[in-house]
């Protein structure tokens, strides 16, 4: 009686052991930053040939935080991952981002230890992430971020302020 007693209490304690969290969703902290980041996130992947040549990762930042509040200036974070380069500076691998047509104020590499960094909940440690500045539109609500590649063609990604 007391063998079974002892093993029916080892397989209970393993048993919900084994329900316990684990930490494969740990990048999803409880945060309003982290929160609103992944609702303000789209991504796209340049396709040849049936390969994937880039991944792209933008969001838009001024809803996200107060940080990045501002009527005058529109600002965006851009995550890109090259499968098949060494060089992973997109500027440097011929792509341009353009906001409605128009070109990029200011350019910022994220360091993986910024606030910001860390409340991406979608990331790789792979990828490069950017904030990207650009002037404001008076009265447009519609904002077309527009990738562009000679060789792959363009990603749009729309956001509304």
Do not use: R
């Not at 930490?23 to 609702?39: A, C, E, G, H």
């Not at 906001?99 to 792979?126: C, H, M, P, R, Y």
Request: aromatic letters at 20%; proline letters at 1%; a positive charge.
């Amino acid at each position: 009686m007391k063998f079974f007693f002892i093993y029916t209490l080892f397989f209970i304690i393993l048993f919900l052991g084994g329900c316990s969290p684990t930490n494969k969703f740990i990048s999803f902290k409880n945060s309003s930053l982290t929160f609103n980041t992944l609702q303000n996130t789209k991504k796209q992947d340049f396709v040849l040939n049936e390969k994937v040549k880039a991944l792209f990762f933008v969001t838009y930042l001024n809803n996200t935080s107060n940080d990045f509040q501002s009527e005058k200036k529109e600002y965006f974070l851009v995550g890109a991952y090259l499968p098949d380069e060494e060089e992973q500076d997109i500027f440097k691998q011929s792509y341009t981002i353009t906001l409605n047509g128009k070109e990029i104020n200011k350019t910022k590499l994220v360091d993986k230890n910024n606030q910001l960094f860390k409340s991406i909940a979608l990331k790789n440690k792979w990828t490069k992430y950017y904030v990207l500045q650009f002037s404001s539109f008076k009265d447009v609500y519609d904002l077309n971020i527009k990738v562009s590649h000679f060789l792959y063609g363009n990603l749009i990604f729309k956001f509304v302020k």
